[in-house]
């Protein structure tokens, strides 16, 4: 069994480079206090990693 792991977004994306802003959507983010679920995988955590100081992770058990 994949572990999971839950992205909320707690920043604004305002005024945030172009691509951050992308890769908040990309992890489907669109609002301060949106979450999504995904698999902890490679890329998740790199993408996690571009946008660390908007979003905050909670490994799901």
């Given at each position: 069994?994949?572990?999971?792991?839950?992205?909320?977004?707690?920043?604004?994306?305002?005024?945030?480079?172009p691509n951050q802003r992308d890769t908040l959507r990309a992890l489907?983010?669109?609002?301060?206090?949106?979450?999504?679920?995904?698999?902890?995988?490679?890329?998740?955590?790199?993408?996690?990693?571009?946008?660390?100081?908007?979003?905050?992770?909670?490994?799901?058990?």
């Amino acid at each position: 069994m994949q572990k999971k792991i839950l992205v909320k977004q707690v920043r604004s994306a305002i005024s945030t480079k172009p691509n951050q802003r992308d890769t908040l959507r990309a992890l489907g983010l669109r609002k301060i206090n949106a979450t999504r679920e995904h698999d902890d995988n490679l890329v998740i955590r790199g993408m996690i990693d571009k946008v660390k100081h908007l979003v905050e992770v909670t490994e799901i058990k």
